[in-house]
């Protein structure tokens, strides 16, 4: 394992996909065994198995010569990524900027929705492709879907969210519209915070991973995919999506092997919460974020 040169610790190979990583073991304050973190442009801490912070000094730390285990293998830098499905449903009306708004107040770290496309090139943010009352979003103006009802009043748009976000959270926008990849990521390339694009439509992703799409891609599924590597990699994605029912450790330690996350949807029940941060998966997609601060 490769040693890093300004602390003589030992690195973990696979390392996690935020901006901690683990430089090695350590003797701490009053002997107690602790793991080193680099926080990414800051500096030094030490995180103890009891998940007490404690910060210290890099000339009071005794590296360990011996290998580090996994960061996995030893505990969570901390739980799972609270994403708001949809914002806060319960709450206020779901896709909309009331309900994104609440999901950040609740702590959010990530904020899911779903993104259409309207005739004339608008991304914007609605579940179904049709509005309450029939109207196809596709087939209307942006403008003509603002006047057509309260609910297109309410409909934001992407830029819209992302303006509200303002880098406070992950975006992970959900792509419902057919071939309308390119109007999203052309959006999201105006916008400086963290996102993400995920779709049921594997053909877009795929598409999305070889036009070179500089956003981390992912995959939704309902039930088990047969072999998750081989699909994962085909498709040039790195975030699996799968319902809640079918995440196992076995599937979760697969993907982890290739460096990926796996973010579980629709998680409303403490139990399922408990199972899979159990599981090890990287974010849980919720109604209400509070609900995982309480499992």
């Not at 030992?10 to 390392?15: D, F, K, Q, S």
């Not at 090139?121 to 049709?130: A, S």
């Not at 009043?153 to 959270?169: E, F, I, K, S, Y």
Request: glycine share 8%; with cysteine.
């Amino acid at each position: 394992m490769p040693l890093d040169k300004h602390c003589r610790g030992t690195l973990v190979p696979a390392l996690p996909s935020r901006d901690e990583v683990e430089v090695c073991s350590f003797i701490g304050i009053l002997g107690v065994v602790c793991h080193a973190i680099r926080h990414v442009g800051r500096s030094i801490s030490g995180v103890v198995k009891g998940r007490r912070l404690v910060v210290i000094p890099p000339s009071n730390i005794y590296f360990h010569p011996f290998p580090v285990p996994a960061l996995s293998m030893v505990f969570p830098l901390r739980g799972p990524l609270r994403i708001a499905h949809r914002g806060m449903p319960n709450m206020a009306r779901e896709n909309t900027l009331a309900s994104f708004a609440l999901a950040l107040d609740a702590g959010a770290d990530g904020i899911e929705l779903d993104v259409h496309a309207t005739a004339d090139g608008v991304v914007v943010v609605h579940h179904d492709p049709m509005l309450a009352g029939g109207a196809t979003i596709s087939e209307l103006s942006h403008h003509s879907i603002r006047g057509e009802s309260y609910e297109g009043a309410q409909m934001p748009t992407l830029r819209n969210v992302c303006d509200l976000v303002n880098g406070h959270a992950e975006l992970f926008v959900e792509i419902k519209g057919e071939g309308i990849e390119r109007l999203v990521s052309d959006e999201l390339d105006r916008y400086d915070g963290r996102c993400a694009i995920h779709s049921f439509d594997h053909a877009l992703i795929q598409r999305l991973y070889r036009g070179k799409s500089r956003y981390r891609l992912g995959l939704l599924y309902e039930t088990a995919p047969l072999n998750v590597l081989a699909e994962l990699a085909s498709r040039g994605a790195l975030d699996l999506w799968p319902h809640r029912g079918i995440v196992t450790r076995e599937l979760v330690d697969e993907v982890h092997s290739m460096q990926g996350r796996v973010i579980p949807w629709t998680v409303n029940a403490a139990i399922d919460v408990q199972r899979l941060v159990a599981c090890g998966v990287d974010g849980i997609c919720t109604d209400d974020v509070r609900l995982l601060s309480l499992a």
